[in-house]
Structure formats: structure tokens, C-alpha cells
């Protein structure tokens, strides 16, 4: 059982280059969300999924976007990379009933944009 | 705007000592409040959380003090050790409908 795994742990991009964060879950959980964390800005939300088939737009959007073919994996794409993207990138999933809403977190992508 | 406000942003004490940090929310439809430990290098991991229909929850050294009237939560670590140095996040949601909306850390270092 690894939890959430992210593909792959750190990257350096150019300016323009385009590129596919990769998270697998194997918990069979519903939600799935990516998050990048910045110092001093803490996690902030960029897309999430409810289900397979289904993506909606977090609190950071631009520049992003994602796919949810399966349910076990969850994908975030940068089209044309840009510095300001330079950050840390975490996938986490969870279930969409019972007692609490947590959140599993994968290990993290650093990527850095030049 | 943010939704979650958490204090302070880092804070340093010594071992044994107890370390408070401190969130306050606006939305009052928020019925979930976890608190995150993320230690160097990892993602972020599940510590404790509360909901509010309980003033306070303890689990081991660490616990939960939430007021609803003021809409403010607060983690306590009792006995602080070095181990517990980390950055905490907390973080706030409407069970079940949005997801967590997290504050902004706090970093915890914890000298011998």
C-alpha cells in the first residue's frame, strides 16, 4: 500500500517548455487535489477532482490544467511553463464520506522553472 | 481574501515548553478544522482536528482549543520536543462540500 505517489520528484524547466505532474492513489479514493506551496503562502489550491471524469478549479488555477481519466490517478499540466510557477507541487487525496475530510498527501514535486 | 488566518508565522521555544498556534476563520459554514504537521522535505500529514460541537480534543501532547463565538482554534503541544519542529498548518471546510482551505504555517523550531 504506498498512499500517494507523485512522478516525478524534482524537475528544471525553460521558460515555454511544457510538462505533466504525475499523482497515483491507491486508497480508492473519490477526491483528489494539487496544491502548491510557496514560502510564506502555504498550500494553496490549484485544481481538484470530486470523482473520475470530473476536475474544478481551486483558488490558483492559471496557468494549470488537469485530467482525471482514472480514479486512481490524477494529472496536472503546465502548458507553457513561466518562473512564477518555480514552487513545490503536492498531490493529496481523500474520501468523499465519513467522519472527517482527510487529506493524504504524496511526498512532493519540486520543479524549477529557469 | 483569506479565509484562514494563522499566527504566527514561525516561533521558537525550548524543549519542554508549549508551543500555541493560533487561526481564526470568518466563514461560519466551516464545520471542520484539522491541523497539518509537515516536517522538511515530506508532505504534509494529518496531526489532530476538532469540529465544533467540542470546545477542546486531546490527543497525546497536543490539543485542540476551539471557540466558536470568537471563531478562532488554537494547537497546544505539551512538552515540546525537538522532534515536534515542523511547520503546521491549519485548516478549515465545510464537511463534505468544499475542499480544506488552509492557513499559511507556522514554523515550529524546538531547541534543546
Known amino acids: 500500500n504506498a498512499g500517494v505517489t507523485q512522478t516525478p520528484k524534482f524537475r528544471v524547466l525553460k521558460t515555454g517548455q511544457s510538462m505533466t505532474l504525475l499523482c497515483a492513489q491507491d486508497?480508492?479514493?473519490?477526491?483528489m487535489y494539487w496544491y502548491r506551496q510557496d514560502p510564506g503562502m502555504g498550500l494553496r489550491l490549484i485544481h481538484y477532482s470530486v470523482g473520475e471524469g470530473t476536475t474544478a478549479k481551486g483558488e490558483v488555477p492559471d496557468g494549470y490544467n488537469v485530467s482525471r481519466l482514472k480514479k486512481q490517478n490524477f494529472l496536472l499540466g503546465l502548458e507553457s511553463a513561466a518562473p512564477s510557477q518555480t514552487s513545490v507541487y503536492f498531490c493529496a487525496s481523500s474520501q468523499t464520506s465519513g467522519p472527517t475530510d482527510t487529506q493524504y498527501f504524496g511526498p512532493g514535486t519540486r520543479l524549477t522553472v529557469l | 481574501q483569506q479565509q484562514v488566518k494563522q499566527s504566527p508565522q514561525s516561533l521558537i521555544v525550548q524543549k519542554g515548553g508549549i508551543p500555541i498556534i493560533n487561526c481564526a476563520y470568518e466563514n461560519t459554514a466551516f464545520d471542520y478544522f484539522p491541523w497539518y504537521q509537515q516536517f522538511p522535505g515530506k508532505g504534509p500529514a494529518l496531526l489532530i482536528a476538532?469540529?465544533?460541537?467540542?470546545s477542546e480534543k486531546k490527543e497525546g501532547r497536543f490539543t485542540i482549543s476551539f471557540n466558536k463565538s470568537a471563531k478562532q482554534f488554537s494547537l497546544h503541544i505539551m512538552d515540546s520536543q525537538p522532534g515536534d519542529s515542523a511547520t503546521y498548518f491549519c485548516?478549515?471546510?465545510?464537511?463534505?462540500?468544499?475542499?480544506?482551505?488552509f492557513g499559511k504555517g507556522t514554523r515550529l523550531s524546538v531547541i534543546a
Open positions: 476538532i469540529r465544533p460541537d467540542v
Open positions: 485548516a478549515a471546510s465545510v464537511h463534505g462540500n468544499t475542499p480544506l482551505v
Open positions: 486508497m480508492n479514493h473519490e477526491y
